[in-house]
């Protein structure tokens, strides 16, 4: 998740290693959404989803270390993030591994978080960076979901799934709302600053 403090310096480069990462976790969104609808190849699509979603951290931290921390990353990574838990999210709830309204609590918050930005943003030359409450809800969801969706489906030592999964949900949902709260106070103080 690379979106970080508004201080860190970022280029224009597009063609960075950062961001044809971030670029590939997209490309695979299709793969595992059309691997986890089919039931004959969902535990595949399951860890083809896992393996994206724990890999959200990496980009940014391959940006910093070396030192490519670029505009569009600092975009490209978090819509990453967002699309392929909106995937993954619909695709296990379209088979039945994932709870309808646990997806919602996440999609609807998006959703709103999104919405709200492009509205007061719209026609502004201002972007509000990820949070660090919001990188830490995020990765503690990618890590939930996967887990709640392995017990679900009853795959092996899917009882530890199961709890493991839903402890983490319940921790990341309230920091994702946290998170929100705080991108609401951001989005308040960026329409207040004259452009």
């Known amino acids: 998740?690379?979106?970080?403090?508004?201080?860190?310096?970022?280029?224009?480069?597009?063609?960075?290693?950062?961001?044809?990462?971030?670029?590939?976790?997209?490309l695979l969104i299709p793969v595992f959404v059309v691997l986890i609808v089919r039931p004959s190849?969902?535990?595949?699509?399951?860890?083809?989803?896992?393996?994206?979603?724990?890999?959200?951290?990496?980009?940014?931290?391959?940006?910093?270390r070396t030192g490519t921390v670029t505009e569009l990353g600092k975009v490209l990574d978090p819509v990453a993030d967002r699309l392929a838990m909106a995937a993954g999210l619909i695709a296990l709830v379209i088979r039945g591994a994932f709870p309808l309204w646990a997806a919602a609590l996440i999609l609807v918050r998006d959703v709103a978080i999104l919405a709200v930005g492009a509205v007061l943003l719209a026609g502004r030359?201002?972007?509000?960076?990820?949070?660090f409450i919001g990188k830490i809800a995020t990765f503690t969801l990618m890590f939930a979901v996967p887990f709640v969706s392995w017990g679900t489906l009853d795959l092996p030592l899917a009882a530890a799934a199961l709890a493991a999964g839903w402890v983490g949900f319940t921790?990341?949902?309230?920091?994702?709302?946290?998170?929100?709260?705080?991108?609401?106070?951001?989005?308040?103080r960026a329409i207040a600053i004259p452009t």
């Open 1 to 26: 998740m690379r979106g970080t403090s508004g201080s860190e310096r970022a280029s224009s480069a597009i063609l960075t290693i950062p961001n044809l990462l971030s670029f590939l976790r997209i």
């Open 41 to 64: 190849t969902t535990t595949a699509g399951l860890i083809l989803f896992s393996i994206v979603a724990a890999t959200d951290w990496v980009d940014g931290w391959v940006a910093r």
């Open 125 to 131: 030359r201002v972007r509000i960076d990820v949070r």
């Open 171 to 188: 921790v990341g949902i309230v920091e994702y709302y946290l998170a929100a709260g705080a991108y609401v106070g951001d989005l308040r």
